[in-house]
């Protein structure tokens, strides 16, 4: 058997086109448009793509998008009261700091200094407690355990009393996931087990999983024989194992693989996420429903 595909590459379209048609209708009954800010520190080469990234999408969405770039050099001081700047602006609905930050800055405290109403990465502890409490309580879920929330319920795979084993225990996937997946509620109602670097029976657990989430950052660490048959398989992996010369372009590009062994994997499982084009593309993309969400609350209209 081999896997259907889960595409992020043209599940992104679906959703962005569904962002943009409700800028629209925002823009004509309200006379605003969703407003984010992407503050970048230094010049990080990853940083730089990531945001420009986010710039270009926001800006085809229609939203009104800043990119504030501060050097390398910005004091703590200064950067928390740019933060308090956008905090103040009306017209900004989300604020992105892009990590990581120089280590002469103090990460949290930066990210604790936005307003919890403007989070839209969902990573300000605020939002992480109403993460945890669910519900209409949710505001900003974090951006990449919202994309594979939504690539799973898109795909039509069944949640409810469905084995979900998460590999790995990160703040900005694998506890959000987990979490998101026990919550009562469409697209979740599972029963969540988190693996991690001192679990006993890694692949006994990987075996059970009805729905199978990696996020270790470990190139081919889920084996295909971990794999029950049907399961659907979110390899939320990007691991750079090489470089090679782009056909396209001509020029050096990253080779990728993912946390499972994909080639095997996909004659295994039912569904599968590829690595590139799997979750890494949903991102950006729920970072937008995130950034119109935020303008929807402002307005009483979520
Ligand atoms: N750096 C890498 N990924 C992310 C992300 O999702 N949000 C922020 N703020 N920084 C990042």
Request: charged share 25%; glycine share 10%; with cysteine.
């Amino acid at each position: 058997m081999t896997a259907k595909l889960i595409k992020g590459t043209e599940i992104r379209e679906v959703i962005l086109e569904e962002v943009k048609s409700g800028v629209e209708q925002i823009k004509e009954k309200h006379g605003v448009v969703p407003g984010l800010v992407t503050i970048l520190v230094g010049e990080n080469p990853a940083s730089i793509s990531y945001v420009t990234l986010k710039i270009k999408t926001a800006e085809r969405l229609g939203f009104k998008e800043i990119q504030d770039s501060q050097p390398e050099d910005i004091s703590e001081e200064d950067l928390l009261a740019l933060v308090d700047k956008y905090n103040k602006d009306d017209a900004i609905n989300g604020i992105l700091v892009q990590l990581p930050l120089p280590k002469h800055i103090n990460e949290k405290k930066v990210l604790n200094a936005i307003d919890p109403d403007k989070d839209v990465d969902g990573f300000h502890p605020v939002n992480v407690g109403r993460l945890m409490i669910g519900g209409d309580e949710v505001k900003f879920p974090p951006c990449t355990p919202a994309g594979i929330q939504e690539m799973i319920v898109r795909t039509g795979v069944e949640t409810s009393g469905a084995e979900v084993v998460v590999v790995g225990r990160s703040n900005i996937v694998g506890k959000p996931i987990a979490n998101m997946m026990l919550q009562k509620g469409p697209g979740a109602n599972s029963t969540v087990t988190v693996v991690h670097t001192r679990t006993k029976d890694l692949e006994g657990h990987c075996k059970r999983a009805d729905i199978l989430i990696v996020a270790a950052g470990v190139p081919g660490l889920v084996k295909p024989e971990w794999i029950k048959p049907g399961a659907c398989v979110i390899d939320v992996g990007v691991n750079r194992v090489g470089e090679k010369i782009s056909e396209k372009t001509g020029k050096k590009i990253a080779i990728l693989k993912g946390d499972v062994d994909f080639d095997e994997a996909k004659e295994i499982a039912g569904s599968i996420t590829p690595v590139p084009g799997g979750v890494g593309p949903m991102t950006v993309t729920m970072l937008m429903v995130n950034t119109l969400k935020s303008l929807k609350f402002k307005l009483g209209i979520a």
